[in-house]
Nanobody, 124 residues
């Protein structure tokens, strides 16, 4: 079993920055793929970014490419999402998710483990 706890959300003005953190606990999480997803009110959950356990591979949604950076610190079992140049359309609840394999990483249904989410609100 894997437990995920996100933090770092909040209210920020457009153009500002936030860094989200996700601390993982449980079995062998340092060998797991980690992803970030988000869900805005009235919208479906969408993929944001993912990072392989070896840190050699990262993937981003086109909407955040060049603005967001995903990273991880395996000894600390922590994954980060640095969000810069935030826009009002980035407003959502952000979720950390984990899975064993680096496959179909943009599909949230492939991730068995999820955090409780952290709210990010970007004002215009």
């Amino acid at each position: 079993q894997v437990q995920l706890v996100e933090s770092g959300g909040g209210l920020v003005q457009a153009g500002g920055s936030l860094r989200l953190s996700c601390v993982a606990s449980g079995r062998a999480v340092s060998s797991y793929t980690m992803g970030w997803f988000r869900q805005a009110p009235g919208k479906e959950r969408e993929f944001v970014a993912a990072i392989s356990w070896s840190v050699t591979s990262t993937v981003y949604a086109d909407s955040v490419k060049g603005r967001f950076t995903i990273s991880r610190d395996n000894p600390k079992n922590t994954v980060y999402l640095q969000m810069n140049s935030l826009k009002p359309e980035d407003t959502a609840v952000y979720y950390c998710a984990s899975r064993q394999r680096w496959r179909n990483i943009k599909n949230g249904n492939e991730y068995p483990y999820w955090g409780q989410g952290t709210q990010v609100t970007v004002s215009s």
